[in-house]
């Protein structure tokens, strides 16, 4: 602590500062502190005798009132031109490089956490082909590791009320058909064919934000459509096993998440909850909208016999495919929304076009799913649209 205090030679010698009251001036000009009352029991030690220069004190403790004579506050007197520089030893951590590590960090994870999921999930529907329980699995498993995360206090138990769950209702009842409609289109047809078609999301969200919000985008936006249409067009025409079914579930799905996007946005502000806990809670809601439909749909006798069924040609393993794609597929959204609590949406949505590459490239190689040159260059036309509508969008 620093403060300037003018004097004058004649009221100001060697005496002046022996062992009685020194009354200080009230500083002027200065934004520090000001150093009043300095008392008798005080000591001054002056580091210069020149009358010619501005006289500066700095205390090294705080200006409290001694407890005692071993408590005392000690000030020092130097000139302004040797002033000491003050000891302070400032660690500035790189936060750059520490943030593109973070970032780079969540994107592998979420890449390998999605692909590890396509496969086995891919998998789990070739031998056991009741897309609504293998969806109700991903959510069930889901929600029971983050009530024992809560349990445990491994993670921090969220704040909800009555608001919060209304708020999230409508976007749970989105990522339900979204989750079920997808899962439905990969019991269908190829996972590399499901998430060609998903690359399309951005058309519905220009088409439902301008005709249902009236929104309006600049030009650009509109034209990286075009791409986008016309190469899940190609692709959708030109692929060996196209299925109806799996064509409109991979539609639906898109449709059902711009939807959820649009509730999110529009019920969740100024909701205070971390990422984590965000899709936890979304989970367990749509885990209770998604049984009773699911028992509906399919039904317990189907389940049963369609497991035994399945164990009887893949054994054990079959018991293991089920459990890691119910884990895999909330790990991997888990962290894809712990990722929008660090990056920004356009670096999110370059990610989830890199994301969808990963997926359709390695399904192509392990399932070796056949292939054309010009379904090839429809889905490439497809993700490159998609990568322009994120840049034209910011």
């Given at each position: 602590?620093i403060?300037?205090?003018?004097?004058?030679p004649?009221?100001?010698?060697?005496?002046?500062?022996?062992?009685?009251?020194?009354?200080?001036?009230k500083?002027?000009l200065s934004?520090?502190?000001?150093?009043q009352?300095?008392?008798?029991?005080?000591?001054?030690?002056?580091?210069?005798?020149?009358?010619?220069?501005?006289?500066?004190?700095?205390?090294?403790?705080?200006?409290?009132?001694?407890?005692?004579?071993?408590?005392?506050?000690?000030?020092?007197?130097?000139?302004a031109?040797?002033?000491?520089?003050?000891d302070?030893?400032?660690?500035?951590?790189d936060?750059?490089?520490?943030?593109?590590?973070?970032?780079?960090?969540?994107f592998?994870?979420?890449?390998?956490?999605?692909?590890?999921?396509?496969?086995?999930?891919?998998?789990?529907?070739?031998?056991?082909?009741?897309?609504?329980?293998?969806?109700t699995?991903s959510?069930?498993?889901?929600?029971?590791?983050m009530?024992?995360?809560?349990?445990?206090?491994?993670?921090?138990?969220?704040?909800?009320?009555?608001?919060?769950?209304?708020?999230?209702?409508?976007?749970?009842?989105?990522?339900?058909?979204?989750?079920?409609?997808?899962?439905?289109?990969?019991?269908?047809?190829?996972?590399?064919?499901?998430?060609?078609i998903?690359?399309?999301?951005?058309?519905f969200?220009?088409?439902?934000s301008?005709?249902?919000?009236?929104?309006?985008?600049?030009?650009?936006?509109?034209?990286?459509?075009?791409?986008?249409?016309?190469?899940?067009?190609?692709?959708?025409?030109?692929?060996?096993?196209?299925?109806?079914?799996?064509?409109?579930?991979a539609?639906?799905?898109n449709?059902?998440?711009?939807?959820?996007n649009?509730?999110?946005?529009?019920?969740?502000k100024?909701?205070?909850?971390?990422g984590?806990?965000?899709?936890?809670?979304?989970?367990?809601?749509?885990?209770?909208?998604?049984?009773?439909?699911?028992?509906a749909?399919?039904?317990?006798?189907?389940?049963?016999?369609?497991?035994?069924?399945?164990?009887?040609?893949?054994?054990?393993?079959?018991?293991?495919?089920?459990?890691?794609?119910?884990?895999f597929?909330?790990?991997?959204?888990?962290?894809?929304?712990?990722?929008?609590?660090?990056?920004?949406?356009?670096?999110?949505?370059?990610?989830?076009t890199?994301k969808?590459?990963?997926?359709?490239?390695?399904?192509?190689?392990?399932?070796?799913t056949?292939?054309?040159?010009?379904?090839?260059?429809g889905?490439?036309i497809?993700?490159?649209?998609?990568?322009?509508?994120?840049?034209?969008?910011?």
């Amino acid at each position: 602590m620093i403060s300037s205090v003018k004097y004058t030679p004649s009221s100001l010698n060697t005496s002046t500062f022996s062992c009685r009251k020194f009354p200080v001036q009230k500083p002027q000009l200065s934004t520090l502190p000001i150093i009043q009352n300095v008392k008798k029991n005080t000591y001054l030690n002056l580091l210069s005798s020149s009358n010619q220069k501005p006289l500066y004190l700095a205390c090294t403790n705080t200006f409290i009132k001694p407890r005692s004579r071993n408590n005392l506050t000690e000030c020092k007197a130097y000139e302004a031109d040797r002033s000491r520089s003050l000891d302070i030893n400032i660690d500035v951590s790189d936060e750059n490089s520490t943030q593109k590590f973070k970032i780079g960090l969540y994107f592998a994870t979420w890449w390998a956490l999605n692909v590890v999921f396509n496969i086995y999930n891919k998998k789990v529907l070739n031998a056991f082909p009741y897309p609504w329980l293998t969806s109700t699995l991903s959510l069930a498993a889901g929600s029971l590791i983050m009530l024992i995360s809560w349990a445990t206090r491994v993670a921090e138990v969220p704040k909800v009320n009555f608001d919060f769950l209304k708020a999230l209702f409508p976007v749970a009842v989105a990522h339900t058909i979204g989750h079920v409609a997808a899962t439905v289109s990969m019991s269908k047809v190829a996972v590399s064919f499901t998430h060609i078609i998903k690359s399309g999301e951005p058309a519905f969200s220009v088409l439902v934000s301008r005709f249902f919000l009236g929104e309006a985008f600049p030009m650009p936006v509109y034209l990286s459509l075009l791409p986008i249409i016309g190469g899940c067009a190609l692709s959708a025409l030109t692929e060996l096993n196209f299925n109806m079914i799996g064509f409109m579930g991979a539609m639906i799905s898109n449709l059902a998440f711009v939807f959820r996007n649009i509730f999110s946005k529009k019920g969740m502000k100024g909701m205070s909850v971390s990422g984590m806990n965000y899709y936890a809670c979304l989970s367990i809601l749509s885990l209770l909208i998604l049984t009773p439909f699911a028992i509906a749909v399919e039904g317990p006798k189907l389940w049963a016999a369609g497991w035994q069924t399945a164990v009887s040609q893949i054994g054990p393993n079959f018991v293991w495919w089920v459990v890691a794609q119910s884990v895999f597929y909330h790990l991997y959204n888990q962290v894809s929304y712990m990722s929008l609590d660090q990056i920004s949406p356009l670096t999110f949505s370059i990610g989830n076009t890199m994301k969808r590459i990963s997926v359709i490239v390695t399904s192509i190689l392990i399932f070796h799913t056949p292939l054309k040159p010009v379904n090839a260059l429809g889905a490439a036309i497809a993700i490159l649209g998609t990568f322009l509508y994120s840049q034209a969008k910011q």
